[in-house]
């Protein structure tokens, strides 16, 4: 029977699940995995420093000021808007990049336009809502899958762009991304519209009052909640452990001696066990005691760390260190916007994904920049990395507190009760 029902959800609601994965890919998430292919050419052409073109991050950290107020918009009237007006203004945004004149405060002034516009209809938490709304016996797997679209969709498109620059120029890049980023955005919008679970989730139109009640904590109970507290905790310790290790990991692997080739294939490999690391973290979570499977996740760096501290590693020990921290950096995705709807329901886990995300966002930027700084006063890594396995056990045991704790929980509705709230709210 629960296989059954397992099944039915899949069949009811992967046109959702379709939809997350593109709209989350073809937004701001594929814009950062394209930005790099740009600074050299770029600063040959228009003679901007390398730093001052790196500044174009800051559109990132802007997105994660305006998570709060997408979030709460979001529970109220569903992804759809948000996704619609986030292809045009992304498909805008590709065209402004590809027409800049010299000046770089037109650079700076796109960042803006991305970072307060185009960034925040286009971020991750847009597309997780009606994830965890759709699935609830799945909603692990279903959350990997989904929080993946951005590298599936970068394995196809990166090649792509990087052939276009280097036959036609910087220029003819960016406008080629306006399409993408215009089909991909509506071809999301159509699913997210399709599927019995508009009515229910979210996606289509808000919750009617009536069930919204029903279905989690209003954020100021969230706020009284100690697990809230303790999330966020463990959300924003592990983004400094994983964003500090995995800006440096180039520079650690070329002083321990790696060759450059070498350590490429390293980061590439490190790329892909992200990924896998977040479709296992997903699948234990539908079927193992979710904090246990968290803490075990959270935990796998304080390994990591530890044999990047050993004396003289070899190639094979630094793989297996890297291939923890990202195993874990994978899994920390799914596992934000999972307890978020476990430990507060759905009323305001919109919102709540937007709180933490804007902690979160932050955390990313600090780790990165404080571990570049942590060398430049120590000459190694070694404190960096010391603090990152500290962080990483305080994750972990956050997280693994949190389970422990008395408190409500929203479990797996089961088939009756979904269907007798789409007929509820239909009516």
């Given at each position: 029977?629960?296989?059954?029902?397992?099944?039915?959800?899949?069949?009811?609601?992967?046109?959702?699940?379709?939809?997350?994965?593109l709209?989350?890919?073809?937004?701001?998430?594929?814009?950062?995995?394209?930005?790099?292919?740009?600074?050299?050419?770029?600063?040959?052409?228009?003679?901007?420093?390398?730093?001052?073109?790196?500044?174009?991050?800051?559109?990132?950290?802007?997105?994660?000021?305006?998570?709060?107020?997408?979030?709460?918009?979001?529970?109220?009237?569903?992804?759809?808007?948000?996704?619609?007006?986030?292809?045009?203004?992304?498909?805008?945004?590709?065209l402004?990049?590809?027409?800049m004149?010299?000046p770089?405060?037109?650079f700076?002034?796109?960042?803006?336009?991305?970072?307060l516009?185009?960034?925040?209809?286009?971020?991750?938490l847009?597309?997780?809502?009606?994830?965890?709304?759709?699935?609830?016996?799945?909603?692990?797997?279903?959350?990997?899958?989904?929080?993946?679209?951005?590298?599936?969709?970068?394995?196809?498109i990166?090649?792509?762009?990087?052939?276009?620059?280097?036959?036609?120029?910087?220029?003819?890049?960016?406008?080629?991304?306006?399409?993408?980023?215009?089909?991909?955005?509506?071809?999301?919008?159509?699913?997210?519209?399709?599927?019995?679970?508009?009515?229910?989730?979210?996606?289509?139109?808000?919750?009617?009052?009536?069930?919204?009640?029903?279905?989690?904590?209003?954020?100021?109970?969230?706020?009284?909640?100690?697990?809230?507290?303790?999330?966020?905790?463990?959300?924003?310790?592990?983004?400094l452990?994983v964003?500090?290790?995995?800006?440096?990991?180039?520079?650690?692997?070329s002083d321990?001696?790696?060759?450059?080739?070498?350590?490429?294939?390293?980061?590439?490999?490190?790329?892909?066990?992200?990924?896998?690391?977040?479709?296992?973290c997903?699948?234990?979570?539908?079927?193992?005691?979710?904090p246990?499977?968290?803490?075990?996740?959270?935990?796998?760096?304080?390994?990591?760390?530890?044999?990047?501290?050993?004396?003289a590693?070899p190639?094979?020990?630094?793989?297996?260190?890297?291939?923890?921290?990202?195993?874990?950096?994978?899994?920390?995705?799914?596992?934000?916007?999972?307890?978020?709807?476990?430990?507060f329901?759905?009323?305001?886990?919109?919102?709540?994904m937007?709180?933490?995300?804007?902690?979160?966002?932050?955390?990313?930027?600090?780790?990165?920049?404080?571990?570049?700084?942590?060398?430049?006063?120590?000459?190694?890594y070694?404190?960096?990395?010391?603090?990152?396995?500290?962080?990483?056990?305080?994750?972990?045991v956050?997280?693994?507190?949190?389970?422990?704790?008395?408190?409500?929980?929203?479990?797996?509705?089961?088939?009756?009760?979904?269907?007798?709230?789409?007929?509820e709210?239909?009516?």
């Amino acid at each position: 029977m629960k296989a059954d029902a397992t099944s039915d959800e899949w069949r009811r609601n992967w046109p959702i699940l379709l939809g997350s994965a593109l709209g989350a890919g073809a937004g701001i998430s594929l814009y950062a995995n394209i930005s790099g292919l740009f600074i050299k050419p770029l600063a040959a052409s228009l003679h901007w420093s390398r730093g001052e073109i790196s500044l174009g991050a800051t559109a990132g950290l802007l997105t994660s000021f305006a998570l709060p107020w997408v979030g709460a918009m979001v529970d109220r009237r569903g992804p759809r808007p948000f996704v619609l007006a986030g292809s045009v203004l992304f498909a805008t945004a590709y065209l402004m990049l590809a027409s800049m004149p010299g000046p770089y405060w037109v650079f700076l002034a796109t960042m803006v336009f991305i970072g307060l516009g185009a960034g925040p209809a286009t971020a991750p938490l847009v597309f997780t809502r009606p994830m965890v709304s759709a699935f609830h016996r799945s909603r692990g797997l279903a959350l990997a899958i989904g929080i993946s679209g951005n590298v599936f969709l970068a394995i196809v498109i990166l090649p792509l762009v990087q052939h276009v620059i280097a036959t036609f120029g910087w220029r003819a890049g960016y406008a080629a991304m306006a399409p993408v980023a215009l089909v991909l955005g509506l071809a999301s919008f159509w699913f997210l519209g399709r599927g019995p679970a508009t009515t229910v989730s979210g996606v289509g139109r808000p919750l009617a009052a009536s069930a919204a009640g029903a279905a989690g904590l209003a954020f100021r109970e969230v706020l009284r909640d100690l697990r809230f507290w303790l999330l966020g905790l463990a959300m924003v310790s592990i983004s400094l452990t994983v964003a500090a290790f995995a800006s440096q990991l180039q520079p650690q692997l070329s002083d321990l001696g790696m060759p450059g080739p070498i350590a490429a294939l390293l980061g590439a490999w490190y790329s892909g066990m992200v990924v896998v690391g977040r479709l296992i973290c997903g699948a234990l979570l539908d079927r193992l005691w979710p904090p246990g499977v968290a803490f075990t996740a959270l935990l796998l760096p304080v390994v990591g760390m530890g044999l990047f501290l050993s004396h003289a590693p070899p190639f094979w020990l630094l793989a297996c260190a890297a291939t923890l921290v990202a195993l874990s950096q994978g899994a920390d995705a799914d596992v934000l916007a999972f307890f978020a709807a476990r430990y507060f329901g759905l009323r305001s886990v919109g919102v709540v994904m937007g709180v933490l995300g804007l902690a979160c966002g932050t955390a990313l930027a600090l780790g990165a920049t404080l571990s570049g700084f942590s060398f430049d006063r120590t000459g190694s890594y070694h404190l960096m990395l010391k603090v990152a396995a500290g962080l990483s056990a305080l994750s972990a045991v956050c997280l693994l507190t949190s389970g422990l704790l008395e408190g409500r929980r929203f479990p797996t509705p089961s088939a009756i009760a979904v269907e007798e709230t789409a007929t509820e709210i239909s009516i």
